[in-house]
């Protein structure tokens, strides 16, 4: 593992993404590390990633990850949870990297809507733009819609309008609400 100490989920991030490109895993950088590829950098301890696959293989996902050295624990989703499954890594300096195994309603295109990313002499692949809002929208936490906002003012050339309302209403109309209070400027 890349790691050394603390405050280095970064570089444990990179693990996983090796380990899931080995196993033909697609995934998606999301949260905090999204949010800085999309104009604004937050502070955050642990490193996010939706992964393209069921819940049943990220069971047989953590027996690798448990393999290659790293800590693992499986989290399923109860019926009213929109996440299916989780897989947490860690590492023994407490780092930490969360893999998502589904989000109910999430648009099945987003892999295609991807962006590649060099970092540290990596590619990483990482949520677009207009479903990263619609995601932070879905989660509708105060940071999250915060995060949304950010990314929609801050954005760095053209964001698609109605891409990103499509996207955000499958995520049910609470999440489009959010949006258009997102969108308005202030």
């Known amino acids: 593992m890349r790691t050394a100490r603390s405050g280095q989920s970064a570089l444990l991030l990179l693990d996983a993404v090796d380990a899931l490109q ?3 895993v697609d995934y998606l950088v999301i949260g905090a590390f999204a949010l800085a590829v999309h104009g604004v950098v937050r502070a955050s301890t642990d490193a996010d990633a939706l992964l393209s696959i069921v819940p049943a293989r990220l069971a047989q996902l953590a027996g690798v990850f ?3 050295g790293f800590g693992t624990t ?4 109860d019926v009213e949870d929109p996440i299916a499954a989780m897989l947490v890594l860690s590492d023994g300096f407490a780092n ?3 893999l998502l195994g589904g989000l109910r309603g999430l648009d099945p295109k987003v ?3 991807g ?3 060099p970092f540290l002499g990596a590619t990483l692949r990482v949520v677009g733009r207009e479903d ?3 995601m932070k929208c879905f989660a509708g936490r105060a940071q999250d819609i915060l995060d949304a906002r950010s990314a929609y003012h801050g954005a760095d050339g ?3 309008l109605d891409l990103l309302r499509t996207v955000t209403r499958r995520f049910g109309r609470e999440a489009a609400d959010r949006l258009e209070t997102v969108i308005q400027r202030i």
């Open 22 to 24: 080995q196993q033909g």
């Open 111 to 113: 892999f295609s809507r």
């Open 74 to 77: 499986l989290r399923h989703g």
């Open 66 to 68: 448990e393999n290659a």
């Open 158 to 160: 053209p964001i698609e």
């Open 96 to 98: 930490q990297v969360d």
């Open 115 to 117: 962006i590649a990313v």
């Open 132 to 134: 990263f809002i619609a």
